[in-house]
């Protein structure tokens, strides 16, 4: 049974749902803000972690250092957010509470939205040389694990595909939060969450999508990495909400990844709907979610700590 507490991002997803049908007139930077200014206040502070500003590729960007964090080892992380909304801001405690599990450093990455005239495949781009930059740093790839959730995800696979393209290293392992991989919302739980997840129907999944695409084919892999090639993939650890509507975009990318060769896991938390990991230091669940993440990177990055102790 689900925590009560976890019913929190339940009721976030239930006022956006609720503004969009009443109609509200705002703008899509304002919707974007009051969006933001909720969503964040689900994540309790996490302590014991700096929040430090950079530029980074010529864009604003966050490193989250956890007192006593391992400084060569990084999780590069980019926001959800529907490419409308979201931020390093919104997700900087979430993605502390990861940090300060696995023992290592954070960089939080930024991209323009949609409603700043930017479409793809310009998030993607921004990605590829935070990415480059992280590298250039002297980071070894090794020693970095990407990391995102919702259209973060989106971008982050882009991202990798065409690094790889360009003969850049990939990262030592994939950390994935309800994972938006298919923008041709082609998932069966949009049907059969539908009663459950109010927020991320089928039509608005779509809108979004057709927002950033701009007329690009929703299958193009290099915007949805369900139909991308990505044998030779690090391993990759998914978490969806077993509630969500997006469910099905998880875990036929896993099973696809799988048949590729890649080592895939996937988590499915009952009861749980889109990004509950934002309630990471107030929900059972989200820590749980957290705690698995950690574990699992740990020996990844060359850090301490077994794999065994994830499940």
């Known amino acids: 049974m689900a925590s ?127 990415y480059r930059w992280l590298l250039d740093q002297g980071i070894e790839p090794q020693h970095i694990a990407g990391a995102g959730d919702s259209a973060g995800v989106t971008i982050l696979f882009g991202a990798l595909l065409v690094s790889r393209d360009r003969g850049l290293p990939l990262p030592a392992a994939i950390i994935s939060i309800s994972g938006w991989y298919d923008l041709a919302a082609s998932g069966a739980s949009y049907q059969s969450n539908s009663q459950k997840d109010l927020f991320f129907q089928k039509g608005t999944v779509e809108w979004l999508a057709g927002l950033v695409l701009a007329g690009v084919d929703p299958r193009d892999p290099y915007a949805s990495p369900l139909y991308a090639d990505v044998a030779g993939f690090p391993p990759i650890f998914l978490q969806a909400g077993g509630d969500e509507t997006l469910l099905d975009d998880s875990l036929v990318f896993a099973e696809r990844a799988r048949t590729a060769g890649v080592d895939v896991r996937i988590d499915v938390f009952p009861q749980m709907l889109h990004s509950f990991q934002m309630m990471a230091g107030r929900a059972p669940e989200a820590d749980d979610a957290i705690g698995r993440f950690a574990a699992w990177v740990r020996p990844k990055l060359g850090l301490p700590g077994t794999e065994s102790n994830a499940s």
């Open 4 to 130: 009560k507490q976890s019913e929190a991002n339940k009721r976030h997803y239930e006022t956006l749902t609720t503004h969009a049908q009443n109609g509200e007139q705002l703008s899509p930077k304002e919707a974007a803000a009051w969006n933001d200014a909720e969503w964040t206040k689900l994540t309790a502070e996490p302590g014991g972690v700096d929040f430090l500003e950079v530029e980074v590729a010529d864009r604003p960007a966050l490193w989250i250092v956890p007192k006593g964090a391992t400084h060569d080892r990084v999780i590069f992380y980019i926001h959800g957010g529907g490419f409308v909304g979201g931020s390093i801001y919104t997700h900087r405690k979430m993605i502390a509470h990861l940090a300060k599990a696995a023992g290592c450093r954070a960089l939080a990455i930024s991209y323009d939205y949609v409603y700043q005239g930017r479409h793809y495949p310009a998030q993607r781009n921004q990605a590829v040389d935070a």
